[in-house]
C-alpha cells in the first residue's frame, strides 16, 4: 500500500482572448456569475461584500461539491486572488486570475494556482492535480469563446 503524505503543486494555464481587456474584467470580476466554470451549478454570496478583497462565495457544483473561496488580493483590470477554505481535498489552496494586455484588443488571462494537499497518495496527489488542469484548460476555454462569440 503506497503511503500517504502531504503533497505541494501549482497549477497554470493561460489563454488569449480577442476582446478588450475591461470587457474580459467586466466578465470575470462577477465573481458570482461563473457561467463559464465547468461543472458549476450555481454560486452566491456569503459576505455583504459583492467585489472586491473580503468578498465570499459559495460555489456549488454539478456533482453536489461545495466550495467556499474568499478573495484576499485586487485589482481593477489585472488580477483577484482568492483562497479556498472549505470543498477541496487541501490544506491550502491560493489562487490568482490575472489579465495581461497585449495589444488594444488583445489581452491573455492567465489562471494561476498553489496547491497543498491532504494527506494523499503520490498517485492521488497526480490525479488531483490532473483534474484541476483540465478544470482550468476548459474553463479558460469556455470564458474565451464568451467573450469572442
Not at 455583504?48 to 465570499?56: N, S, Y
Not at 460555489?59 to 483562497?83: A, C, L, Q
Not at 488594444?104 to 492535480?129: A, I, P
Not at 490532473?130 to 464568451?146: P, T
Request: proline share 3%; glycine share 4%.
Amino acid at each position: 500500500m503506497e503511503p500517504k503524505f502531504f503533497h505541494s503543486g501549482i497549477v497554470k494555464k493561460a489563454v488569449i482572448i480577442k476582446a478588450p481587456m475591461g470587457k474580459i474584467w467586466e466578465k470575470i470580476s462577477k465573481i458570482a456569475e461563473l457561467s463559464w466554470l465547468v461543472g458549476v451549478k450555481k454560486t452566491i454570496f456569503k459576505s455583504k461584500t459583492k467585489q472586491g478583497v473580503d468578498t465570499i462565495r459559495k460555489i456549488t457544483f454539478d456533482d453536489g461539491n461545495i466550495i467556499e473561496e474568499h478573495i484576499v488580493g485586487w485589482k481593477k483590470e489585472r488580477y483577484f486572488s482568492y483562497i479556498a477554505t472549505s470543498g477541496l481535498p487541501l490544506r491550502a489552496y491560493h489562487a490568482t486570475i490575472s489579465l495581461k494586455p497585449l495589444s488594444k484588443m488583445t489581452c491573455q488571462v492567465t489562471w494561476q494556482s498553489y496547491l497543498n494537499s491532504e494527506e494523499m497518495t503520490k498517485k492521488q496527489f497526480s490525479e488531483f492535480l490532473h483534474f484541476m488542469n483540465s478544470f482550468y484548460n476548459d474553463s479558460l476555454r469556455n470564458l474565451k469563446y464568451s467573450l469572442e462569440h
